[in-house]
Every structure is written in structure tokens, then in C-alpha cells.
């Protein structure tokens, strides 16, 4: 880690970070927001290899509406490499870097008809529906991480008065994290409506468990970009999602930008 961080410092400059920003599908260009210093993923030891089309692979160092951020530009997913913790080196350093708190954005599919396609959701909580963890063997007593608030309610505050500021609809849901990279069955959607779960996606949820144990405080936020597998008659694709993506990602960026003016 200390090299890494050594690395990154060189580069971008020692200055505390106070957030992490995690930009998903379809939100990559959030990164260019920032007025700071890009850094290739591929330059940073540890971290992923992203493959995964609609994503920008670089972490960026600067300042977002007077505050200083890292965003990362992509994350690894569970369906890449089978690896839940994938995103445990990057959110390593940005502890290291003095980051209080973490905002993941993600794609998602909605089981709500009042949460449509390019419509933001803020995650309540959410559901594992993988059976996977990021911090299966990690071997210190710190792995068993309370999670009663892991979605915090002070952040999800300031969020939602953020929303209302710009006049965007930010309702609360919870999200439910599918390994993919096959998309749900419509039983699977039925199943999941009956456990609680307001909207479906194939991230975040190893990343808000590993901040947890980190210590980082975590929101996050869902742009819908499709009705559930079964919800409506639209086809559910990759190419789908990265189509839709940039209808919320406008609203997002209103309401993070809104966001920092005010932490
Ligand atoms: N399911 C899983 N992941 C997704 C979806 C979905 O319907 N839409 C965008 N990411």
C-alpha cells in the first residue's frame, strides 16, 4: 500500500482526499467534471483490469465543486473475475489517501413503475442475492462488519436535500446485487420483488461491504436504465444499459455536484 500511495501522491499531489467517487455503467465521462490529474488504472499495482465496455479505467485526482476527490472511472465486477474483493486495493488506497467517505453510482434495472428508466434511485439498503462476499478470508475479527447502517443516513441526508435543491427525484430503494453476467430470469425478478428489492444490478454491494470494514462511510446512488427482466416488454442488453445510462448520468452529476458545494 505504501507504495502505491507513494506512487499516487507523486503524481496527484499529497493533499488529503475527503470522498471517493465510483463512477458504473455509462457514467465514465463524470470523471472529465474533475479538474485534476488522470491516472491509468494500468500504472496502479493492484488494481483491476477492466473489460467491460462503457467504463473509463482511470482514477482522477482533483477538485469537484471546491472539494477534493478521487474519482474511480471503472470498477471490476464479480462476473469479470470471479473475484468479490476486486475493488478492495482501490478502496485501500482511498482510506490511505484521508477519504472520509465513499458515493458508488451504478446502472440498474428497477422493479418499481414509479422508479422508470433514466430515473435515479438512492440505495435505503440492500440485498445479497450472490451468497458472495468480499471479505470471505480476511482473517482479523474486523471482517465481521456491522451493517445495520451501511447505507448512511447522514450522507443519504445530505443527498436528498442535494436532489431537492435541482429539483430531481431521488426516491429510496433497495438494491439487489445479482452476480451476472447473465441478467435475472423473470423468476428471478418475481423473487426478488417478494424479498424487498426495489432494483437489480450487478455492483456495489462488495464495494459497500469493503468500505464498511475500511471504515469509510458509503451512499450510493442507481441510475434505472431498464424495468426489470419481466416488467415490461423493452430487451434487456448491455448495449441497452450503456444507451440509457446518460439520461440519469445528467441528473447525477447535478446532484453530486450540488452534493460537494454543500459537505
Ligand atoms: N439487471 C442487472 N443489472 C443491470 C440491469 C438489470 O436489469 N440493468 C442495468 N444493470
Known amino acids: 500500500m505504501s507504495d502505491l500511495l507513494s506512487l499516487v501522491q507523486a503524481r496527484a499531489g499529497a493533499a488529503p482526499v475527503r470522498l471517493g467517487l465510483i463512477l458504473g455503467s455509462g457514467l465514465g465521462h463524470l470523471a472529465a467534471a474533475v479538474q485534476g490529474v488522470a491516472i491509468p488504472y494500468a500504472d496502479l499495482p493492484g488494481f483491476p483490469h477492466v473489460g467491460v465496455s462503457g467504463h473509463n479505467p482511470n482514477l482522477v485526482i482533483g477538485d469537484l465543486e471546491g472539494v477534493r476527490v478521487a474519482v474511480f472511472g471503472a470498477r471490476e465486477h464479480y462476473y469479470e473475475n470471479g473475484n468479490p ?107 426478488i420483488k417478494i424479498l424487498g428489492g426495489d432494483a437489480v444490478g450487478m455492483s456495489t454491494v462488495p464495494e459497500v461491504i469493503l468500505a464498511r470494514f475500511l471504515g469509510l462511510r458509503v451512499a450510493a446512488i442507481s441510475t434505472i436504465t431498464n424495468m426489470a427482466q419481466g416488467m415490461s416488454d423493452e430487451k434487456i442488453s448491455h448495449e441497452h444499459t450503456k444507451a440509457m445510462a446518460p439520461l440519469g448520468a445528467a441528473k447525477l452529476e447535478r446532484v453530486l455536484r450540488r452534493f460537494l458545494r454543500g459537505v
Not at 87 to 92: D, N, V
Not at 104 to 133: C, K, Q, V, W, Y
Not at 146 to 155: I, K, Q, S
Open 85 to 191: 474483493a476486486a475493488m478492495r486495493p482501490a478502496l485501500e488506497l482511498l482510506k490511505a489517501l484521508g477519504a472520509e467517505a465513499l458515493i458508488a453510482t451504478n446502472a440498474a434495472g428497477s422493479l418499481r413503475p414509479d422508479i422508470p428508466p433514466g430515473e435515479l434511485m438512492l440505495l435505503s439498503d440492500h440485498l445479497n442475492f450472490s451468497g458472495l462476499n468480499p471479505l470471505i478470508g480476511e482473517k482479523t475479527d474486523a471482517r465481521f462488519v456491522p451493517m445495520g447502517d451501511a447505507h448512511d443516513p447522514a450522507l443519504r441526508a445530505a443527498l436528498r436535500a442535494a436532489a431537492e435543491a435541482e429539483g430531481v427525484a431521488l426516491p429510496e430503494g433497495v438494491y439487489t446485487w445479482y452476480s451476472g453476467p447473465s441478467f435475472e430470469t423473470p423468476a428471478e425478478i418475481r423473487a
